[in-house]
């Protein structure tokens, strides 16, 4: 039998199948063309009430960075929030802010990540703006509590409007560049601090806390510490407020390590207190008994660390518990010593003792070198030898060939300057010289503490 193919009809067929096919590719490329997202920057030129916003963009050259890759969270101010903001600080128009300082603010309102509604949480975080402390990233504070704001200035009015690089936040106000004041008022936790710092109208602390002049680093107390302190040496509440402050420096987390600060708390003549900072596994401890539990809220002119606890002025006892170097010394002032009560005489201040004192403090290895320690009645002499009472001498107040009478009765005799590493010589009550003093000015409120790398023996012949 013959078979018949049939070729125009094949041919027709298979044409159908591949036009169709080719079609169909053509209709997908052009859906996925239409339905691809716009960018951020898109968003904000789409948007009537975002007008000034794209100018500023614009003006400030960031227009490339934010049609990049991101993803961006951005709280974009509406055209009100813009004319409120320049006619607070006094701008006629966009023209009148200086570029760098819009670059700034404009970025102070972008987070990096992709950030929906659902995802914030009260806290802090970082924005892109790099005005802070050294040239940090500046810290917003997001509260939840209640819809959103951010540094207690700006709420989101219109939220989690995704673009093809992020989402967009639309806000009713410009949110500025925080100063350690603007964060302190910002976060409800810090409202008795604040309290504290205003009490009476009183304005000392936020002007300075707001100067440009210099940097600051502020340790401060949660609400929670407020409620449990009862201020036991009825110390001076605003010297205690100053004792949290450290100025002239952002000392941020990454930099702390075991040292003395100068703080802007003071003594009965003016001296500035120091403050001990100690990290360790568990994070910084703070004169050994307060834990700094949120680090580096970064502002324009410092830092904020926030602590739990409102931290007392210190006396020479504070600083010899609180750091492990004089932990030999401690254990003689106490255990070894148990008929001597020398934390009580070492605590008095404000002349309810023998206050101010000047002690001369040995090291764990001075204490080492000496071999076994005494029993009580032969140590308590030791131990006195090592404070002169009455006088708070700082490393200023001594001259060549100074003398002191301690408290057990026999003078030291301070040589300057001292030989090889020692900042100064002292001779002892027993004659042994090149003791050498290593670091000086530990500031408490009741006396000052100089370090000493060898134990002072008195003269035990008289």
Do not use: W
């Amino acid at each position: 039998m013959k078979r018949v193919f049939k070729f125009p009809q094949l041919f027709l067929t298979l044409f159908l199948l591949v036009f169709v096919a080719c079609s169909d590719d053509d209709d997908n490329d052009g859906g996925e063309m239409m339905q691809e997202d716009p960018t951020i920057v898109d968003l904000a030129a789409d948007n009537n009430d975002l007008g000034i916003l794209v100018e500023a963009l614009t003006r400030a050259n960031l227009v490339t960075t934010l049609q990049g890759d991101g993803p961006f969270t951005v709280f974009a101010p509406t055209d009100e929030a813009f004319t409120a903001f320049l006619s607070a600080n006094n701008f006629a128009s966009l023209d009148d802010v200086p570029v760098d300082v819009l670059t700034d603010i404009l970025l102070n309102h972008v987070v990096e990540g992709n950030n929906l509604s659902t995802s914030l949480s009260t806290g802090y975080v970082s924005s892109l703006s790099t005005a802070g402390a050294d040239g940090r990233a500046l810290s917003l504070f997001i509260n939840t509590e209640g819809g959103v704001t951010i540094n207690g200035v700006s709420t989101v009015t219109t939220a989690d409007v995704t673009a093809s690089n992020g989402v967009v936040h639309i806000v009713d106000a410009v949110i500025g560049l925080p100063n350690i004041v603007d964060h302190a008022v910002a976060n409800p936790d810090f409202s008795s601090l604040v309290g504290a710092l205003t009490d009476g109208g009183n304005t000392t602390f936020t002007d300075l806390l707001s100067s440009t002049d210099t940097d600051f680093t502020v340790f401060a107390p949660v609400n929670a510490a407020f409620t449990v302190f009862d201020n036991p040496n009825n110390n001076d509440l605003a010297n205690i407020l100053s004792y949290h402050v450290v100025p002239g420096t952002a000392a941020f987390s990454d930099e702390l390590m075991s040292m003395y600060i100068s703080t802007a708390g003071t003594n009965a003549d003016g001296d500035a207190l120091s403050i001990y900072i100690r990290p360790d596994a568990n994070g910084v401890e703070i004169n050994g008994s307060t834990s700094v539990i949120a680090t580096d809220v970064v502002a324009t002119n410092g830092v904020v660390h926030a602590v739990n606890q409102v931290i007392d002025l210190p006396t020479v006892v504070t600083f010899a518990v609180s750091n492990p170097t004089f932990s030999t010394l401690v254990q003689a002032l106490t255990d070894l010593t148990p008929n001597t009560d020398f934390v009580s005489v070492l605590s008095a201040q404000d002349g309810n003792g023998d206050d101010p004192f000047t002690i001369f403090a040995p090291t764990n290895d001075a204490f080492d070198a000496l071999g076994d320690l005494p029993d009580e009645a032969g140590l308590v002499p030791v131990l006195q030898h090592h404070v002169v009472a009455g006088a708070n001498v700082r490393s200023g107040d001594l001259t060549d060939g100074i003398s002191a009478t301690t408290l057990e009765g026999d003078a030291i005799t301070i040589n300057l300057p001292g030989t090889g590493d020692n900042i100064a010589d002292i001779t002892d009550g027993a004659g042994n010289t090149g003791i050498g003093i290593i670091a000086v000015d530990v500031q408490a409120y009741n006396g000052v503490i100089h370090v000493v790398n060898t134990v002072l023996l008195p003269d035990t012949s008289n």
